[in-house]
């Protein structure tokens, strides 16, 4: 029985009957958003038991295939999601029609994301790059800060409505991050004074441009190390499967790191090599 949950498990077809439910779960999800419904609720409401149960079954299905170490199934971060979003609807709270059982339902839409590569990518590096973008936010808390009170000062009296306290000064300058207002604020600014340009000038350049470049620079270098990791992923199972007491994803980041060197190296040789073989003919040649 688990060898047959294994293979079922591990076979394309069972990915894609998966996908096509969850696609039609989402379908049911939004119909059900219409008023009035009539008949064709309750075939709705039908259609969520049969989801439900399909996805239950899908579940043990999954954990079978581990066999006798049913534990392993836990050690994946999307088998746990997927575990606790399709747990969460025997809830006793969960029942009927309430708002926290249609946010659980939503979260089935979300499955997705296990079964496409590349969206699995982009989610490992949001989730990666999170200690970076802590730092990046507070690096932009500050600058937002300082930048709120020099607003305050030079027109908190002049123009109230947008600088008249700190709370107002901050919400202008976070929409101003859009850039849509920034024509309307130096026309004002100028009309103030034309040494207002080198306020908003630089709050442009730092804010807008120099930030918003860190924080793509973070998810860039996220990006690759989840891409690595995707590319490596079958060298070796566990957290720390050769007990070396570094983490099997940092072993496989070292490790795509030196084969890209390795490549490197190895189309420099390619190249002078090559030069040598050509300064080769080119003696045989004039010796002729």
């Known amino acids: 029985m688990f060898g047959c949950c294994a293979r079922l498990a591990a076979s394309r077809s069972f990915e894609i009957a998966i996908v096509v439910v969850i696609l039609a779960n989402g379908i049911v999800l939004g119909l059900e958003t219409y008023p009035d419904l009539g008949p064709a609720g309750t075939a709705l409401r039908a259609l969520e038991w049969g989801f439900r149960t399909v996805f239950v079954a899908e579940i043990t299905i999954r954990i079978l295939a581990y066999g006798r170490r049913p534990q392993d199934f836990f050690r994946h971060g999307w088998n746990v999601f997927d575990l606790l979003v ?3 609807i025997f809830i006793p709270g969960l029942h009927g029609d309430s708002a926290l059982l249609r946010v659980v339902r939503v979260l089935r839409i979300v499955r997705l994301v296990r ?7 982009i989610v490992a590096a949001l989730w990666r790059s999170l200690p970076g973008i802590g730092g990046f936010f507070a690096l932009a808390v500050v600058t937002l ?3 709120g009170m020099a607003g305050w000062l030079i027109f908190g009296e002049v123009y109230p409505e947008q600088y008249g306290d700190i709370g107002r000064s901050l919400l202008t300058l976070f929409v101003l991050l859009s850039l849509e207002t920034l024509p309307d604020l130096i026309e004002q600014g100028m009309e103030f004074s ?4 080198l306020y908003y000038g ?6 807008v441009n120099l930030l918003l ?3 793509i620079a973070v998810f860039v270098n996220s990006m690759e190390e989840a891409r ?3 590319m490596t992923e079958g060298l070796g199972p566990g957290y720390d499967s050769d007990g070396d007491g570094v983490p099997d994803e940092v072993d496989r980041i070292a490790i795509s790191q030196r084969l890209d060197d390795l490549r490197t190296l190895i189309v420099e040789l390619e190249r002078e090599l ?4 050509d300064d080769g003919r080119l003696r045989r040649v004039g010796k002729e």
Do not use: C, K, M, Q
């Not at 079964?115 to 990518?121: A, C, E, N, V, Y």
């Not at 034309?194 to 340009?197: F, N, R």
């Not at 630089?202 to 804010?207: E, F, N, R, W």
């Open 86 to 88: 399709i747990a969460a």
């Open 115 to 121: 079964f496409s590569p590349g969206l699995r990518t």
């Open 145 to 147: 800060y300082v930048y």
């Open 194 to 197: 034309p040494w207002t340009v």
């Open 202 to 207: 630089s709050y442009v350049v730092i804010t």
């Open 213 to 215: 470049n860190i924080l």
């Open 228 to 230: 690595r990791l995707e």
């Open 274 to 277: 090559r030069i040598d073989r």
